[in-house]
């Protein structure tokens, strides 16, 4: 929603967006009025663009790069960053680094890795976490999180392995519907060429050893093929590159793979939950 308090608080990237919109409209000698006829929105969507009462929408900039990006990938680019800024701060510095990577290896313990969300069940999540979120904002982060997802169809495709702990797909999150729906996309998932979803069943342990004691973790490899750990525990951020550290995390993500099953019996553990009948 448009207002005074945006213009005081917007960021660096939205009031350049906005000075770079109103200065090529100008250029082109257009009012707002017809800026907005070119782009789809009205004078007062453009007005509050530029004044920055309300930052340029990730749809708007797509607009704005149709019309005025010939050439360039200025909106585009901005379009980005302004994405980034949008997340919750923790997260913006794993995310550039998630969206070009080559490689990922992902542990999930507690919910199901925001990439391999479905909208729906991002929503319940979202909506239902604490602390309580405006409508709004649980919105915004569910296209965030959504956006995340060109990550599968990258080109170059990047190598994704998921391991889900069998309890996240036996915790119900939103309902039965939404967690059923969940299931499903997780089998299509799994039938991507550049993907290959594992699931650590409930009694790995029972032998005397269980390697997924401490929690999620997320390695990363970089196109300039260094290893990265993401680490997130309640809302903060660990970002770890110190070489010993990211070796004793990938000796257990590779112990942790070790302790799951394999990829068919996963995804047939999966649709049996889902209720899928062969």
Same mark, same amino acid.
């Given at each position: $929603?448009?207002?005074?308090?945006?213009?005081?608080?917007?960021?660096? $990237?939205?009031? %350049?967006?906005?000075? %770079?919109?109103?200065?090529?409209?100008?250029?082109?000698?257009?009012?707002?009025?017809?800026?907005?006829?070119?782009?789809?929105?009205?004078?007062?969507?453009?007005?509050?663009?530029? &004044?920055?009462?309300?930052?340029?929408?990730? +749809?708007?900039?797509?607009?704005?790069?149709?019309?005025?990006? *010939?050439?360039?990938?200025?909106?585009?680019?901005?379009?980005?960053? $302004?994405?980034?800024?949008?997340?919750?701060?923790?997260?913006?510095?794993?995310?550039?680094?998630?969206?070009?990577?080559?490689?990922? @290896?992902?542990?999930?313990?507690?919910?199901?890795?925001?990439?391999? @969300?479905?909208? +729906?069940?991002?929503?319940?999540?979202?909506?239902? =976490?604490?602390?309580?979120?405006?409508?709004?904002?649980?919105?915004?982060?569910?296209?965030?999180? %959504?956006?995340?997802?060109?990550?599968?169809?990258? #080109?170059?495709?990047?190598?994704?392995?998921?391991?889900?702990?069998?309890?996240?797909?036996?915790?119900?999150?939103?309902?039965?519907?939404?967690?059923?729906?969940?299931?499903?996309?997780?089998?299509?998932?799994?039938?991507?060429?550049?993907?290959?979803?594992?699931?650590?069943?409930?009694?790995?342990?029972?032998?005397?050893?269980? +390697? =997924?004691?401490?929690?999620? %973790?997320?390695?990363?490899? &970089?196109?300039?093929?260094?290893?990265?750990?993401?680490? #997130?525990? @309640?809302?903060?951020?660990?970002?770890?590159?110190?070489?010993? *550290?990211?070796? &004793?995390? &990938?000796?257990?993500?590779? *112990?942790?793979?070790?302790?799951?099953?394999?990829?068919?019996?996963?995804?047939?553990?999966?649709?049996?939950?889902?209720?899928?009948?062969?």
């Amino acid at each position: $929603m448009a207002s005074a308090e945006n213009k005081e608080t917007a960021s660096p $990237m939205a009031r %350049m967006v906005a000075e %770079m919109a109103r200065t090529l409209r100008v250029q082109r000698g257009w009012t707002q009025e017809q800026e907005g006829k070119e782009i789809g929105y009205s004078a007062a969507a453009i007005s509050a663009m530029e &004044t920055c009462a309300q930052p340029a929408s990730d +749809a708007m900039l797509v607009e704005l790069q149709r019309v005025h990006g *010939k050439g360039t990938r200025i909106f585009e680019t901005a379009r980005q960053y $302004m994405r980034l800024e949008r997340l919750p701060e923790q997260f913006q510095d794993y995310a550039l680094l998630e969206e070009a990577a080559i490689s990922l @290896q992902l542990f999930a313990t507690n919910v199901v890795h925001g990439l391999f @969300q479905t909208e +729906a069940y991002a929503r319940a999540l979202i909506g239902g =976490g604490y602390p309580p979120l405006s409508d709004e904002r649980v919105e915004e982060l569910v296209q965030l999180r %959504m956006a995340r997802k060109a990550l599968f169809d990258r #080109d170059p495709l990047p190598m994704i392995e998921v391991i889900i702990d069998e309890a996240v797909l036996r915790r119900v999150i939103g309902n039965e519907e939404i967690m059923r729906e969940q299931l499903l996309h997780l089998v299509e998932c799994a039938r991507r060429r550049n993907v290959t979803l594992l699931v650590l069943p409930l009694d790995a342990g029972k032998y005397g050893e269980y +390697a =997924g004691a401490h929690g999620e %973790m997320n390695l990363l490899e &970089t196109p300039e093929h260094e290893r990265l750990v993401y680490l #997130d525990p @309640q809302d903060e951020s660990l970002l770890i590159s110190d070489p010993t *550290k990211v070796s &004793t995390y &990938t000796q257990r993500y590779a *112990k942790i793979r070790s302790q799951a099953l394999g990829p068919r019996e996963s995804l047939d553990l999966i649709k049996r939950l889902a209720g899928v009948k062969e």
